[in-house]
């Protein structure tokens, strides 16, 4: 091994370290009998993870962020696949201006989008409702979604598709059996960036959700302002325990498609 790569293998775990070191540090202490998130715990408990079943606010949050996660997957998915065979192969100025602007929640900043989002929502009547949220969240989800289906059309043989055309295959029955199939792996991972997108998203659900829309990560906001408890790092163990299975599910699926399709 040479000093190049000894010098990469050092420089990435060092990357590594630095970005799980904070979620090491807070995860044990989930399990901790004690009432105070410190360090040495006093014994191993799991009485945080039954306040999370046992307690109405937590348990109620668990089931928005479920219920607003998967609408903003499937409804995020749907929309990044349509834009993203929209934009295929065009490359008018029009069309990169449309490219823009469908990258831009992913750079505004989200306090602007919260207010913008309050004062739309307020006026047509979905505000501090299911709707308005899954809205809210699908509009900073839609980015990733078009970033990754896009990508993975680009890596698609055009000639396929035109060969299956040329046999005379309507384009739905093209993009049914052809298109989807091998742009599969890029959705998949388009809805796994789209359901982390809505979890963790705090600042626009407090601009427009309500009191019944309480979503994890804003029960964890709001109880950390209010009162810093262990069940803060149960609920961040199940958030990334979650989060984690469905990625590791997600890359099942992809490798099979690719496997299917091959």
Do not use: C
């Not at 262990?230 to 690719?258: D, E, H, N, Q, Y």
């Amino acid at each position: 091994m040479n000093m190049l790569n000894v010098t990469r293998l050092v420089f990435t775990t060092a990357v590594i370290v630095f970005l799980i070191a904070p979620l090491l540090a807070i995860l044990p202490l989930a399990f901790t009998s004690s009432a105070f998130l410190n360090y040495p715990i006093p014994s191993w408990s799991t009485r945080w993870f039954a306040e999370l079943v046992n307690a109405d606010a937590w348990r109620r949050s668990i089931v928005n962020s479920l219920i607003i996660g998967l609408g903003t997957t499937l409804l995020a998915t749907v929309l990044g696949m349509l834009a993203s065979l929209g934009l295929r192969n065009r490359t008018s100025m029009l069309l990169s201006a449309a490219k823009t602007v469908f990258l831009l929640p992913m750079v505004v900043p989200a306090v602007v989008l919260g207010v913008g989002m309050q004062v739309l929502f307020v006026r047509v009547g979905i505000a501090s409702s299911y709707v308005g949220v899954i809205i809210a969240h699908t509009v900073v989800a839609i980015p990733f979604v078009v970033v990754s289906i896009s990508g993975a059309l680009a890596g698609i043989d055009r000639r396929v598709e035109l060969a299956a055309e040329s046999l005379g295959a309507p384009p739905l029955t093209v993009f049914r059996e052809v298109t989807l199939p091998l742009a599969m792996p890029g959705v998949l991972s388009g809805a796994v960036l789209a359901f982390a997108t809505s979890l963790d998203e705090v600042v626009l659900t407090l601009f427009v959700a309500g009191p019944n829309q309480r979503t994890l990560a804003r029960q964890m906001f709001s109880t950390i302002r209010e009162n810093i408890s262990p069940a803060i790092a149960a609920a961040a163990f199940v958030f990334i325990v979650g989060t984690v299975t469905i990625a590791l599910l997600m890359a099942l699926l992809k490798r099979r498609s690719r496997h299917a399709a091959a």
